[in-house]
């Protein structure tokens, strides 16, 4: 359900730089935690992100404890033509997210 | 000496606290902060705050928005209806309710917030489970819900049955308690605009919840906040949900009568 929001400019012209937005709901336990009686909580981070324009890896990061809930990642691609900016990521439970959104270029 | 001269000044503020409660008892409308000078939590926050709140991209409390919106369209229970399915499109059928919330509920006579609400709709039409209290699902709907009451002007009636819940809320606003010894009104009232260490006090209004904190790394509701103020002054954490944080929730209601709905609210 609903884990991850993405912005992408409703329309770009072909050659442009555009904005890729990506905010994803996880909690990024981080593993340094104790519940209410004292026993440590299991690390669960996102380990890995993967961004993908119509095909091609655009953007793959390694992520860590270091970052915060809920993480908003922003960059910056060049329009080569419509298609799709299409995320994957896992986490240290090895739970797998997709999420996609749809560009169109202009031109 | 100095112990004699207290004596008299403890009976002294105890017959001052008594005129207190006394004229609350006969004027209803007496308001600590007259209504054109409330403000939001928002105006006490930072800039940066302000700008994560502002931008609905950023604002991390959108993430359950729209969750809440997925659950809204979601049939569920043994009925498989979803909430969309009587109450229609939330953005018509929700916009302004939660405004009005605490209420009471016509049909069991119980004061309701809007979980409690949310919560015996799942029970009684969808006859489903009931959402856990400080659940992701039930932040989520709530805060759905809530999102349809953006720029609503809170205003709840404290009339016929929910009466005698305001003054219970009244009361539990002004005593003091916990090993500080602090009522809300301590810091909310007396106190707001200063700096308590790094931070600086609000007005203690509750327009914008659930709220996402940024301490809490997550979503919160307004008890969970409750609970921390509580847990601030050294008091009984109360539960989620219980009845004096309900009164409580009614009294901070009237209080911000007029003030702008927010939800999801961002805070430090």
Redesign the interface.
């Known amino acids: ?2 884990d ?2 993405i ?1 992408v400019p409703p329309q770009v012209r072909r050659g442009e730089n555009f904005e890729v ?1 990506i ?3 996880h ?2 336990e981080t593993g340094y935690r104790v519940d209410e009686v004292g026993k440590p909580i299991k690390r669960n981070v996102i380990r890995e992100l993967v961004c993908k324009y119509n095909g091609a890896e655009a953007l793959r990061v390694d992520m860590s404890s270091g970052f ?3 993480p ?1 990642l922003q960059f910056w691609l060049v329009a080569v033509g419509s298609g799709e900016v299409a995320f994957e990521w896992v986490d240290d439970a090895g739970t797998r997210y997709a999420e996609r959104a749809a560009l169109t270029v202009a031109g | 000496m100095a112990r004699r001269a207290a004596i008299p000044l403890a009976l002294i503020g105890a017959g001052a606290a008594l005129c207190v409660s006394l004229a609350y008892a006969q004027s209803p409308a007496a308001r600590a902060i007259p209504l054109t000078e409330l403000k939001s939590g928002l105006a006490y926050t930072g800039e940066d705050v302000r700008a994560l709140q502002a931008d609905d ?2 604002n ?1 409390g ?3 928005v ?2 809440g ?3 809204w369209n979601t049939p569920a229970g043994t009925s498989a209806k979803s909430c969309a399915a009587c109450h229609g499109n939330a953005k018509s059928s929700m916009k302004g309710v939660a405004a009005r919330y605490p209420a009471i509920d016509a049909k069991s006579g119980r004061l309701f917030n809007i979980e409690a609400r949310i919560n015996a709709s799942r029970t009684g039409q969808q006859q489903a489970e009931a959402f856990a209290p400080e659940s992701e699902d039930l932040l ?1 709907i709530t805060a759905y819900v809530n999102y349809q009451s953006r720029g609503a002007a809170v205003g709840v009636a404290i009339d016929g049955a929910a009466r005698e819940h305001f003054e219970r809320g009244r009361a539990f606003y002004y005593t003091r308690r916990g090993q500080m010894n602090m009522s809300c009104a301590t810091c909310h009232e007396q106190n707001f605009g200063k700096r308590l260490f790094a931070e600086t006090i609000s007005q203690g209004q509750p327009n914008d919840f659930p709220i ?1 904190r940024l301490e809490w ?2 979503m919160g509701s307004l008890h969970r906040r409750l609970r921390a103020c509580l847990y601030g002054v050294r008091a009984e954490l109360l539960p989620i949900g219980s009845p004096e944080l309900l009164d409580v929730e009614l009294f901070l209601a009237w209080r911000a009568q007029g003030l702008k709905g927010e939800a999801p609210g961002v805070r430090r």
């Open positions: 359900m609903a991850a929001r912005q937005k905010a994803i709901r909690a990024m915060a809930a809920n908003l | 991209f950023a991390p959108m993430l359950w729209e969750r919106e997925k659950i989520a996402y790394q997550t």
